[in-house]
């Protein structure tokens, strides 16, 4: 881009440094025609030229325009035409003139079926720019004219600077050329011309002093001299001149060449940036953006002049990880960005390139293969669930086993026995015999009602087919119906009548009779029963005067076939806490076992 506007430029200053020159030959050419009553002289000639060259730079001239510089050109060269019979010199170099004008755009190829073409305007001004050089140089050595009068054949000093002028402007305002197929390398152009210049400014210096010698030593007429020099330096010059123009023609067309194939890569780069499926956002080095791509633009839902020279609400940190664009309608996109400096000379960061890629598809994958890994965690935690059920179902089998071959058995056991000896003995046995084994038969056939009881109540809470409906209930009441049933003579109740509890009075009434059955079972008697009142708490306490609980079964007291405490104590604190109370074991002193219950408190009259 930077060599693109400089050739611009260029070519800008060089068309108005041209349109100058075209102005003052033409002011030039106009001051002649006013103030000389000679039309037929050369410097009347400039006129036409001049207006031609100024015609000639103008951007992008419309046809008519080119028309009526050509025609101008004509015009120039035929009044120098004229002009040869009085002022071969001037006229040579107007007539040389006027005919590069008017065939500034002709290009003839270098060779048969050649790509690289020359102008036919250069030759031609090139000979008329030798022609006023040496006109210019023989007026600057003043042994080329005799002190008596003028040569007749040499230009003016004022009509060679403006044929100079002419001629320089003419070459400046060439026409572009197509580029050369293989440019000469700017090594070669620059020693041709550093080799040329000193020759092109020596031959007429020195065509010059071979013209001055001429006239001192062996010419009588200063004209014939000068023709001399003038031949001798038209014709040295030409070639060096001829090499100067092909260099810098070869300048120029590699300079175009140089800057198409920049603009080729820009556009490649461009096709590139723009074609890639990756997000791209470039930055110069006080983070505005430069240029985005199509697919940033999709990304974001910006146009890139919106974008242009902006700075972006957040930037990605150096190197590559997970980020989030804001999108125009608020909603953020996943993607992974890349964000990587790119150092100048000295190091220093001049830019930066962003890259993102949309990574939704995958954070989608990603969060769907999480909802399914957690799904299989929950089934994986419904599986270990169901096998500690499982294996509790099984250890309540095998518990149960147990106790049926050997609890319940025994009181079978026991009723099979007493009942055969009792039909068999009857006639023989006293009436007391025949009570006390029909009193045990009924003991041990309540013992197997309440164990049978025990097993279905049991089962439910297992399934969890229990509910507590909580309501006031007197404590004392309770207590004092379990008593009546249990063993009254046994148990000391200490209950105030104001102590209710907020609980279901069926299951008060089981948890009761059995904690006073297996105090009365594995303690001693006297049992005592106490219920208070604390804040919003009320504490049963069923403590007897045992021996106590083992330490062994302390911390298995509650669970379910723990032999030495039955179902009771089990059913005691699934009960309780179906209620929203607990239960605990203290070893009471000086000896014995104390269990607390813990229920809330209600009113009575609630």
């Known amino acids: 881009m930077a060599v693109r506007i400089a050739a611009h430029d260029v070519s800008r200053l060089s068309r108005t440094v041209a349109g100058c020159a075209g102005v003052t030959v033409t002011v030039f050419g106009a001051r002649q025609l006013l103030t000389s009553t000679d039309v037929v002289r050369p410097a009347v000639a400039l006129l036409p030229a001049g207006l031609s060259l100024v015609l000639a730079v103008l951007p992008g001239p419309a046809p008519l325009v080119r028309l009526a510089s050509r025609l101008l050109a004509v015009s120039a060269a035929a009044l120098g035409a004229i002009a040869l019979a009085d002022r071969p010199a001037g006229g040579v170099a107007i007539l040389l003139s006027g005919l590069a004008l008017a065939l500034i755009d002709v290009r003839l190829p270098s060779r048969p079926a050649g790509t690289v073409r020359y102008r036919v305007a250069d030759p031609l001004l090139t000979g008329a720019a030798i022609i006023a050089l040496v006109a210019v140089v023989s007026r600057l050595l003043t042994l080329t004219v005799p002190h008596d009068g003028e040569p007749v054949g040499v230009m003016s000093l004022p009509l060679a600077g403006a044929v100079l002028a002419l001629a320089a402007g003419a070459i400046l305002a060439r026409g572009e050329s197509a580029p050369p197929q293989a440019p000469d390398p700017p090594e070669a152009i620059g020693t041709t011309i550093r080799r040329v210049l000193p020759v092109l400014i020596a031959v007429p210096v020195v065509a010059a002093l071979v013209s001055a010698l001429a006239v001192r030593y062996g010419t009588g007429r200063p004209e014939a001299a000068v023709g001399i020099g003038a031949t001798l330096a038209a014709l040295s010059v030409f070639a060096l001149a001829a090499i100067l123009v092909r260099s810098l023609e070869g300048a120029d067309r590699r300079q175009r060449d140089l800057v198409a194939q920049l603009h080729q890569r820009q556009e490649f780069a461009d096709t590139l940036l723009q074609s890639m499926n990756e997000a791209v956002m470039v930055l110069d080095a006080n983070y505005r953006v430069i240029d985005v791509n199509r697919r940033w633009r999709e990304l974001t839902g910006q146009r890139a002049e919106d974008a242009l020279g902006s700075r972006p609400h957040s930037m990605p940190p150096d190197g590559t990880g997970d980020w989030l664009v804001q999108h125009k309608d608020g909603t953020e996109v996943p993607v992974l960005a890349t964000m990587a400096a790119i150092p100048a000379a000295d190091g220093s960061p001049q830019a930066y390139v962003a890259t993102y890629v949309d990574i939704g598809d995958r954070k989608r994958a990603e969060d769907m293969l999480s909802r399914h890994a957690d799904e299989l965690m929950r089934s994986n935690d419904r599986l270990r669930e169901a096998n500690t059920r499982l294996e509790s179902a099984l250890a309540f089998k095998n518990d149960l086993t147990s106790m049926l071959t ?143 609980i083992p330490e062994e079964l302390v911390p298995r007291l509650f669970d379910r076939f723990v032999r030495g405490a039955g179902l009771g104590l089990f059913i005691v604190r699934h009960l309780v806490e179906a209620n929203g109370g607990t239960v605990r074991y203290e070893r009471a002193e000086p000896r014995g076992a104390r269990l607390v219950v813990t229920f809330e408190s209600a009113s009575i009259s609630a």
């Not at 279905?456 to 119906?481: C, H, K, M, N, Y």
């Not at 379990?482 to 069926?506: F, K, P, T, Y």
């Open 406 to 548: 050997h609890d319940v058995a025994q009181p079978i056991s026991s009723i099979a026995s007493l009942a055969e000896l009792l039909s068999g003995d009857w006639t023989d046995l006293p009436d007391d015999i025949r009570f006390d084994l029909a009193t045990k038969i009924d003991k041990n056939t309540r013992r197997l009602i309440k164990m049978m009881n025990d097993l279905q109540l049991l089962f439910r809470l297992d399934t969890g087919s229990i509910t507590a409906r909580r309501t006031p209930v007197s404590v004392l009441e309770v207590v004092e119906a379990v008593a009546g049933d249990v063993s009254e003579d046994d148990v000391q109740i200490a209950v105030d009548e104001q102590v209710s509890a907020l609980a279901d009075r069926g299951h008060l009434t089981v948890v009761v009779k059995n904690l006073l059955s297996n105090a009365l079972a594995y303690g001693e008697g006297p049992v005592e029963v106490r219920a208070d009142r604390r804040a919003d708490t009320v504490l049963l306490i069923v403590q007897d005067r045992g021996p106590g």
